[in-house]
């Protein structure tokens, strides 16, 4: 099955680390950074001949559609080929014995070059025109380091047994090249070696079922015993997305309202160390190459959840029942929020709090307090609140009149909160509990009501609008730069005196300024 096209390090089962393994994975980490370059262009070719050398040139090439894949996450699979291409056809022609010893630099030249010239064919990229205004080394830097946004709604669908084996059994070579493609910028922001250890087994699964007997029983069997490495791929390339938007302290807070909402009866003390614990996590495996790092810190934070809440909470027990921690840690993150408790109203952080070195945690504690009062507020709708306390306090504890800065961002806070966090709460809480045909029913019913003279056709975009934002963002695991564009921040009053019906029709979509 090798002579068909499929490189042989993509066919491994072994477990531990083989040799062909860490190269891969030190090719994978040179070719995705850039501070290589500044160690000189011979260490450069050194490196890259070596990697070239003990991977071979179909190890190489895969790596390289990887890794090219994951950078331009957006690119066509015709551009990445073409990128591919001369990459390896760089490799090949400078890493000979017999190679000149600029031939290396020469090439890499002439490939930014290409990238600078009219009608590249390799990904389009905005930055790109600003990087070639500079030359040399400068140039092939500021190339070097362009990268294009992740997808946040992964493209990659799956396709049937049949549709993967008949593709396969056509073209394996193609076959292999596109699903790698597929793969790795669908799930860009998965760790290199989560995303390196998916594709390795799920071509290992086609290549053996294919030519199975009992292709159908060979399929289930394969996709049981894979289970773990597709939900891993799955969740570190969420975590690892909102790690990459939010940065390791937003996460905390992001991790925090969200086990607040999954279980509220549990206290800030309770839950706080939990997420501080994943925020730590992410922050440490998502741009790791350690093979493992991952799957066993994210196996091990799994764990400490367990031990912490299963005992307190039905939901978390059943959870946290099975051997299998990822699976575990995939129930755990996809549980629907809970009812709200009855709780008083919750206490304010004071002026003196909000500016002192502690500022952080109070307004942390506070946003926790909200999100278990409230447990269907999206993490969209909480991440923007907590912006908004971060420039309250940056605009009003350096003030000249602290305190009446902060007196005027509480008023403001006081009136605009509990209408923004009731209509938040229950857009998502409505489509958490009805069907999604009587959730667009509900919009419309309730539509109608507040704007009576609008046309049906107004009303049907409308409906749709909040329909789609809510299937997408009311998820727990929703995608949080996707939902963030989406929600603008509300205008001052004397602008809704001039508002369109459209924009008049949807403050849901706006947080408050404060």
Known sequence: ??????????????????????????????????????????????????????????????LTIIANSRKYSNATFEEINHLVHEIVSLAETCCADSADPSCYDAGSSALSAKSCSKGSPFPAHPGTAGCC????????????????????????????????????KKDPKDFADRFLYEYASSYSEAPLPVLLGSTRTFLSMVSTCCISPMPTACFLKEKLERKSFSLLTLMSNRACSRFMAYGKDKLTFSYLTSLAQKMPSASFEDLFPLSEDAAEVFSQCCDSVAEDCMQKKLSEHTAKVCAALSARDERFADCCKGKNLMQNYFCISALPPALAPKLPEAQKPTSEQLCSEDAGHHAKRYLFELARRHTNIPDVFLSKLYDATENVREECCFAKDASACLGSKRQRMEKELPPFLEKANRLCRQYTELTFLDFKKRLRESLTQTMPAASPELLGQLVEQRADFASTCCSPNSPPLFCASKVKPCPPPHAILVATPVSMAAPWLCTPLF
Not at 27 to 45: F, I, K, N, P, Q
Not at 147 to 162: A, D, G, K
């Open 133 to 168: 205004a500079h030359e040399g080394l400068e140039q092939k830097l500021c190339l070097a380091a362009l990268r294009h946004p992740p997808q946040e709604l992964p493209r990659y669908v799956q396709p049937s047994n049949e549709e993967l084996c008949q593709a396969f």
């Open 1 to 62: 099955m090798l002579g068909m096209g499929f490189p042989a390090l993509l066919f491994g089962r072994r477990k531990e680390t083989s040799p062909n393994m860490r190269a891969a994975l030190a090719l994978l980490l040179l070719l995705a950074a850039v501070h290589a370059e500044h160690r000189g262009r011979a260490y450069v070719r050194d490196k890259v001949c070596q990697e070239f050398k003990t991977l071979g040139k179909e190890n190489f090439r895969t």
